[in-house]
């Protein structure tokens, strides 16, 4: 189909002031996947209801036309790449907010509906939607699309725990609802949490059910560093074992904090002999309802800390421990500014995690590549930039990271999803018939293959 056809197929379907195409339509070709290649959309649609949704997908379907649905492209799997010539859906103009329940202590919104656009209305209700990936300009719609996890997932849970309901157009624009305000149901298949984490290649989100907590009014964050890597990971379990349940609970090693420190000029009141000695940090943040609780849970947790090889414990006034976590977020931000090849998001128990780094930490020596990281140390997961100039040997390099994580029980990525970028080593080291449930799985919602072509299956 010409780009003209295309255009005048969508005519039907929306408004032409919300149909985008040529040079324009390029600025939705990618996400933020390191080294990954741009698509060429033919067509990028703004729709602003579910029944626009369905009439583009009807349209695509009679056509045969490929449809990738866009958040606010923050993805790091490639996953919001379009195909060549298909139909680029930006969820922008779908960010209502819907209802806040507070009865049902729920919120229902629009996928295009921001972190930070839900936030700044839960936060002044004492609300909090508890989902946090380090970027806050990313939609709900692309949360859904990845599960997606981010820092507070050790207490709360990723997207997947939080979504009770979703709205959705299928690949030939039937609309489905599944789930509602409720915490249960045993009604047959749960099609909401086969869709969480499906990357749009199953059906498009027009409205998402979310539960939504109270906010906490006090916080706490502890700064922690430990003079092994070996000790910060003995440490983790026993954290999170030890009942305080943390909101945060994240290590950074000494490469990455001191890239941070100097990049986002924290203070953080580490004397310089401590830092010389220190291999890796811990960074915790609690939260209570009670100012006495907190009290009593950092007073507690320091000295387990103590007892497990820290070296010291460091309570960081508000303002320093809040540019800490920020800094933490923007982690992202510094591999890429540093020219990172590759990043990693593996997830293995979290027990496993001082293995994992060691055996990472081998192949690095023996392939000459340079690793550095952080991560969501309570959930296992692990994110490491990779620094390798040669492909080939990056594709050895990242395919045997992987396999040593999946032989530790976990999985390739944790929460930034296959997309494109992981494809390869998604299809070469999961176990093929679990890869042929999934393609079976994707023909009954999908038979024509239209949904976001070249994410997570060739
Ligand atoms: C600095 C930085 C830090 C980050 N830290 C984290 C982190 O800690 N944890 C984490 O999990 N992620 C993290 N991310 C990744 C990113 O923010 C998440 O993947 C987020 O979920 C993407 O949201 P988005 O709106 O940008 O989605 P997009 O990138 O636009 O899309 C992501 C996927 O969702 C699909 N999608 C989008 N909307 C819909 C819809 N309505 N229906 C169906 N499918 C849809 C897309 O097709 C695509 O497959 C980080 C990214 C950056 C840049």
Redesign the pocket.
């Known amino acids: 189909m010409t780009q003209v056809d295309l255009v005048s197929r969508l005519a039907d379907a929306l408004p032409a002031d919300r149909i985008l195409s040529g040079e324009r339509a390029g600025d939705y070709g990618a996400?933020?996947a390191l080294g990954a290649v741009a698509g060429t959309p033919g067509a990028v649609v703004f729709p602003e209801s579910a029944a626009e949704?369905a009439a583009v997908l009807a349209a695509a379907h009679a056509t045969g036309t490929a449809v990738?649905?866009?958040?606010?492209?923050?993805?790091?799997?490639g996953?919001?790449i379009p195909a060549d010539g298909g139909i680029v859906?930006s969820?922008e103009r779908?960010n209502a907010i819907l209802d806040i329940d507070v009865d049902n202590m729920v919120a229902v919104v629009q996928?295009?509906v921001?972190l930070r656009g839900l936030d700044e209305v839960l936060a002044p209700m004492g609300l909090v939607y508890p989902?946090?990936?380090?970027?806050y300009?990313?939609?709900?719609?692309?949360?859904?699309?990845?599960?997606?996890?981010?820092?507070r997932?050790v207490k709360y849970g990723?997207?997947r725990h939080q979504v009770l309901g979703l709205e959705?157009v299928l690949a030939d624009g039937s609309v489905i609802r599944t789930g509602g305000k409720f915490v249960k149901g045993s009604t047959g298949y749960d099609l909401t949490q086969l869709?969480i984490g499906?990357?749009?290649?199953?059906?498009?989100?027009?409205e998402a059910t979310l539960r939504v907590y109270p906010r906490p009014a006090h916080q706490a964050t502890l700064l922690v560093p430990f003079p092994t890597m070996d000790a910060v990971m003995q440490a983790v379990p026993r954290v999170v074992a030890s009942g305080i349940g943390p909101l945060i609970l994240e290590y950074i090693d000494l490469l990455t904090m001191n890239g941070m420190v100097r990049i986002y000029d924290l203070d953080l009141g580490v004397p310089a002999d401590v830092v010389a000695t220190t291999v890796a940090y811990l960074c915790v943040m609690l939260e209570s309802t009670r100012d006495e609780r907190l009290e009593e849970d950092v007073q507690s947790l320091a000295e387990t800390l103590t007892e497990l090889g820290a070296t010291d414990v460091y309570v960081l006034p508000p303002r320093a421990g809040t540019a800490l976590v920020e800094a933490r977020?923007?982690?992202?931000?510094l591999a890429k500014g540093a020219n990172a090849d590759d990043i990693v998001?593996v997830v293995v128990p979290r027990a496993a995690i001082a293995a994992f780094l060691t055996r990472v930490g081998a192949l690095a020596e023996e392939t000459g590549t340079f690793v550095a990281g952080c991560g969501?140390a309570g959930d296992g997961?692990v994110?490491l930039s990779v620094f390798q100039g040669d492909a080939d040997k990056r594709a050895d390099v990242m395919t045997r990271l992987f396999s040593i994580g999946m032989d530790l029980g976990g999985v390739i990525s944790?929460?930034?999803?296959i997309?494109r970028t992981k494809k390869k080593y998604f299809l070469a080291l999961e176990d093929p018939a679990k890869v042929d449930l999934m393609r079976r799985i994707k023909a009954v919602f999908d038979p024509t293959g239209i949904l976001?072509p070249g994410?997570l299956f060739d």
């Not at 499906?198 to 027009?206: C, I, M």
């Open positions: 996400d933020e949704v990738t649905a866009r958040g606010s492209g923050t993805g790091l799997s996953a919001a859906v969820f779908m996928p295009g921001t989902v946090y990936p380090g970027e300009s990313a939609s709900i719609g692309g949360n859904i699309g990845t599960n997606a996890g981010g820092m997932a990723v997207t959705a869709l499906s990357e749009g290649t199953l059906a498009l989100v027009t977020e923007k982690a992202f931000w998001d969501h997961n994110h944790g929460e930034h999803g997309g976001n994410a």
